[in-house]
């Protein structure tokens, strides 16, 4: 079994760092995983990307054409991402960011206003962790506690603080994806 | 072995060679390969270590001439443009036979070009950028696990062959994230050095030099012989590559690094079209690995092999080379940064094999 | 009356404009968003403005116009 | 009562908008040579050399004929250039990295040649482009990617002052530090930019105008706190002035 | 044609530039070449040029990069360890697609080396040795005369072709005199380059930019075809080489420049021993001239073909290709500036053929 | 009465003939490194740099253990080697050309990080290996190879004062030019290369000797004469004395 | 016909000049000819030689395996390069600076003491003139008033006043080899 | 006595020790040539020697050496 996600938004959004954590869960979960990261020209003020796979086998290449799951928190990216997801795949937006969605039938799609609910909390850069828990509820694909203990291991130390907090805003965004 | 980390390609190259006991790290800034010196900068101050980060990639490869010359283990990383700074530098190498470690992420060119994935470098790589006849034993990993493993490998062949020992990735490696599961120790040569200057007691030895003039014709013919001898022994015993699926393959695919691994997925997908796909990976480009790809394209099943490269086709030389006639070679290529899709291969192929 | 105009799709809302106004009229507008996801500089009271043009000569994207009262001729 | 327009976008830029980050006073540096050309009346006869850092496609903002340079090559360019059109004005635009580390030699040969062209040389004491490693102007302290403990002399060494070292030659005429942390400043940086390109129609040699600039994304400030970071610590090393040619005076018209 | 007259070859070169209207000259000192830019720091005076005597080939290649931008024709040269730092300019000078002239009088090498004559640059003059996917025409001239004529010509392909062309010469040929006779006027297209910077009038046209940066991979990708599409042009077009005594011959010899003429006697040598030997002399390196190597290769009376070289053993790798397993093919080289003999190239004919 | 040798041929040097012109000046500095470091005892740990240039080969002349660098890039070599070996002496031996043109980045750099080498910087105004072509330090209407009617400013440039340009930069501890063209001078020359030795023991930073040596075979000039022109031509352009570092005393036992 | 030549002494001695003269005299006289240096580490104060051919077809290679004419100055070069010349070829030595010579009995040998007649005539790189007008007398590959020419041309002239005497030297050089 | 031995073989007849000699009494010997070509310098009055070292000091070949004569102690 293999799974592919593709997150993408402006840089500064923490897109990567979202990746990461799926990443890192995945690979807790003892599953091979692969992390991309768009380093090119649209990095300085525009946007970034990066690709994540999680499988049981090993990873061929790491590289997307397509994609299962696509995370887009700004309209740009949507735009240009949503094309690649598969019939059947999931595509999940920060409504907060984004305006227009693709209309497309053959795919799942959940919005969130993620930005401004993170915004609320305090901290623009948790929207990623409500995404990301909209995320973990449409796919089951990485444990709840998994995803916990990614954070407590990517995060530094002086961040920890934060994590129950993250975890609540996750679990927010698992429950808004349930209703969805 | 222990547990495996998530870790990027470029910090894994920096923790091998740490790992490999290199404490001398000379560099300059370059995308996409920079995070090899950020990583360095902290840990090269634990490790007890060195690094500089020089005026230019020209600097940079002298430091390492000379750190070598000392008798340590010494490492500069670079992409694309500083790595054609360097050519003069590794001739030099070469000629004073001194062992050093280099990694080339490479990048789009000509020129500054883009700092996309590439395999433009294969040449330059390959068959000398550098004045003269020489040769650098080039490694060119496909996983970040493999990264490591070579990485630690090219100290060792660079000590024991005393030669410049490449790594030739590119942007995907050296930025991609996977697991990386790293030994306790290190299969290290510790390798003796007597030729290296270190200071010495005049009742030891005599003082030692390193150069690389030979003034007269036959003291430079000598060197060339001495040479072009160790790179016939390398081509026997270093050269390594991977097979996959090549038995009574239709076609052979020949492609390394990023590229081969677009390439295994194919191997799928045209066995969902009954197409029978085999991959021969030079995991060594230069010893190129002639017996692999002679040994896989010479089976009667075989109508032609292809090589994809993220270039307008290089290594696809070496290819024919070792071909040499037996079957047909094709190539498919893509520049820029841009990477074959799937889809384009496997048309590739379909057109090749007529299905 | 002097005035200034910033073309708001092409600021970048680094502020240094609001930071060399003489007559701290330049705020940066917290609601808004451009395209490219920068909140852009707005004046606040555009009378008060003496087309002093420190803001245009301190903009880095060169996304302000200037134009001054004169006295007619 | 009546309005004049005081302060357009200058005609010596194109219309492409900027790149740069969020006041990085790469942009001001910028409009004050496009400007200075086209109120001098050379921007058709002048040639610029875009350099290697975050600034390499400044070719797409000059409105002027141009060339982009390898990393730290752009003098060599330059001369090259100018040696084929000698009566036009050609300047090199160049970061620290640019410059002072891997450009050492060209910058240096070029200003002992005493080659007839200007240089803008915009230190931002930092590699801007290449996400802040430490360039030869980088500070004693100064926290970088590649110094993450400050920069130290011992393991690194000291920040080179270029415009001190280069007034030590007999080619280079005309040698100015400035900077753009204010409008008084940026004043006075136009008219050290109009005094190179002076010096360089009149024959006289080479011409730097080094211009100290900020990066506030690398050295992780806001843009105003990155413009006082200028005034209070990198003036402190690079204090402003004429290094050489105080005593050439710019035509009247041009003042 | 006027009256031959006993000349150098290295100030052949610099006298056919000036004749072939170039008038920019940048270049470092190095053996054995120098009298280039000793001739062109009186010539240059004389003729109204420009000779600057850079600070290093670095900066050299640079200057040669901005004088071309500025629409010049413009020459360069070196030798071996110089052209090797040169090559990040090589690879800027393709990507920007600036016409340029380089020679290179190759001596001994790796490293220091010695200042003899050698070939050992084949490799990087004809692969590449800068980084990425370019290609320089590259000319080897035999003889003075051919020094003078490829030199004219080497500004007519630059300037056709918008890229560097490079004369491959070695120590022997710079150094010897030999007649030459120049004609009276150059050949020389008067090309147009709308896209050089040379100042301009708004009303005429836009500003003008040269770069060698694409940032977006496609576009990159697009300058990578445009490029491809032009060497396809040349391969075309541009491929010369010359044919001596092959019809029927037992044995092809192939070989360039100073080696060629050692060769050259090889066939009267053999003719006396009832041995028919036929030489190819690849007269472009790049493109190499494949066809002549198959038709003389490919003839039933043909029993091998053995390139000799200058060095450990390059050019060969071309004929391998070309000949892709029609024949046999054969290497025989010497390194550090030793020349083959007459009588060590028979020999090893001999016993190629058992006679 | 009896008989004390007091001049006899220094171990540190071997006893291979130098391949130098007659009356070359090369052999002279040769011979007072090579004294200087038996005379410190630091000859079994010191490591030396050869240059490209006449000199390309004294690592067959210096009893020491020695390495030949690149074209100019002797000080990035050394500082590769001095990294490894904290604790021995590293020098480099550098001509004009070497060191003034192709070299000027590995230079300017290695003073400016404070490497803790000495360089030896011998400055003929030629470049004599490859037979007379013009310095950097070439004097402005002197002949050569590739100035042959005189170099003019407005052609070729302006001569470069490596010593007061090196000085302007923090890390260059020691700097001091001095001559070999009597024995009063070749005395004072040894003591500055004495100098040289102990600042970098001490480990005080960057220290060069820049030494105004001859080339009677590029010079067109008898060895005794050449002499005569250093003294009287070379000198109005590079004054001997000590350019940084004159408060720095040597050890007593070192004077 | 084919000749080849092999010059060689000190640096210094005008030995590469030597060879440019014949050289030049003989394409004066409508033959192919090739002149090569050496230019190796031997140059600074050590040997110096050249190779010159003279022919009447095109010329191969301009390197000598073997030679039909030695002109040597001193005795490393003679020392050096005697095996090289053709069994029934001829070797010119300076015998003021030769001491001792090879023992073949299958060439011609002819000993000047060219340096110290050179030395009488107050230059002493007049003696490359004497050997070669020895070497025109054994030849008669070049014409006595070709060379002159040659001389003529080749020399700047400010040293044309010295061709007169330079001739002379070259016909005592002849005479010498006609005696010997 | 002070005196000077010159190693002849190694001498390049350069005269710089000529030039410095402050008694005047090293020459180049014109009428020998050693095997490299050079004529090299010798003493005429050695008895003149007071064992300065000057020729040594500046001898750019190292093939001086000097004794110099020294009280009884
Ligand atoms: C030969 C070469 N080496 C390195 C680089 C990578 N590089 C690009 S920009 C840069 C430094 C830019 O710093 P600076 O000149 O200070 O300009 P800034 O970005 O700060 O304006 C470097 C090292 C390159 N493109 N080419
Ligand atoms: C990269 C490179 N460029 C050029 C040369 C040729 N070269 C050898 S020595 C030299 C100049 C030497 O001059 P200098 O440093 O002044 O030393 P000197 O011979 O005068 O002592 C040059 C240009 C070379 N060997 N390598
Ligand atoms: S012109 Fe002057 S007063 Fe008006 S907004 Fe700008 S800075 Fe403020
Ligand atoms: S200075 Fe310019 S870019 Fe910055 S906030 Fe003001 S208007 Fe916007
Ligand atoms: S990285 Fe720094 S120098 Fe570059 S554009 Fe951003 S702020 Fe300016
Ligand atoms: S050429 Fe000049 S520098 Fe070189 S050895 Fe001869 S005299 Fe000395
Ligand atoms: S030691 Fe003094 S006196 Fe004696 S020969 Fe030498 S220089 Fe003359
Ligand atoms: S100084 Fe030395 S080499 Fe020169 S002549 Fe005197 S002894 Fe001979
Ligand atoms: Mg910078
Ligand atoms: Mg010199």
Redesign the interface.
Known sequence: MEMTVLIAGFGGQGVLSAGKFVATAALMEGREVSWLPSYGPEMRGGTANCSIILSDQSIGSPILNQTDVLIALNNPSLDKFSPMVKSGGLIIVDESLVKSVPNRQDVRLIAIPASDMASEAGNMTFATVILLGAFSACTSSIQRETFEKALLESLPERHHHLIPQEMDLFDQGAAYAGQS | MNK?V?MKGNEVIAEAAVRAGCR?Y?G?????Q?EI??YM??RM?EAGG???????????I???????????R?LTTSS??G???K??????????ELPAVVVNI?R?????????P?Q??Y??AT????????RNIVLAPASVQELYELTVEAFNLADRYRMLTMILGD??LG?????VAFREEEPIDSSDKPWA??????AERE???????????????????R??DKYQIIRQQEVRSEQVNCENADVIVAAFG?CS??C??VI?DAAALGIHVGLVRPITLWPFPDAAVVSAADQSSVQAVLTVEL????MV?DV??AV???KPVYFHG??????P???EILDKIRSIVGR | MSRIEIKEERCKGCGLCVSVCPKKIITLKRDTLNSRGFHPAGVTDMSACIGCAFCATICPDAVIEVWKETKRT | MMEEKVFTRTPGLTDKPFHYCPGCTHGIIHRLIAETMCEMGILETSIGVSPVGCTYNNYEYFACDMVQAAHGRAPAVATGIKRVHPNHTVFTYQGDGDLAAIGTAEIVHAAARGEKISTFFVNNAIYGMTSGQMAPTTLIGQVTTTSPFGRSADAQGYPINVSEMLATLQGAVYIERVSVTGVKQIRQAKKAIRKAFYVQQAGLGFSMVEILSTCPTNWGQDPVSALQWVDEAMMKQYPLGVFRGSEIEVKPEWK
């Open positions: 495996r998530l001398h000379f300059y800034p370059i995308t996409p920079t010196m950020h900068a902290r101050v060195v690094m500089v980060q020089a005026e230019s990639e020209v600097a940079a002298n430091m390492v001439y000379g750190a070598s010359a000392a008798g340590a010494v694309s443009p790595i054609s700074l050519q003069e530098g590794f001739s030099y190498i070469a000629g004073a490479v789009g060119g000509p020129g500054l070009g883009g700092i996309l590439a433009g470098d040449f330059q068959k000398g950028g550098g004045h003269g006849d020489y942007g995907t930025q991609m994230m996977e697991p200057v270190t200071g010495f007691k005049a003082h030692n030099t390193i150069q690389s003039i030979y003034i007269e014709a036959d003291d430079l013919e000598a060197l060339n012989n040479l072009q990023t691994r677009i295994r997925n799928r270039n307008a086709g290089q030389e024919r080379l040499n006639g037996l893509r520049t820029g940064g841009n990477m899709t799937q889809k």
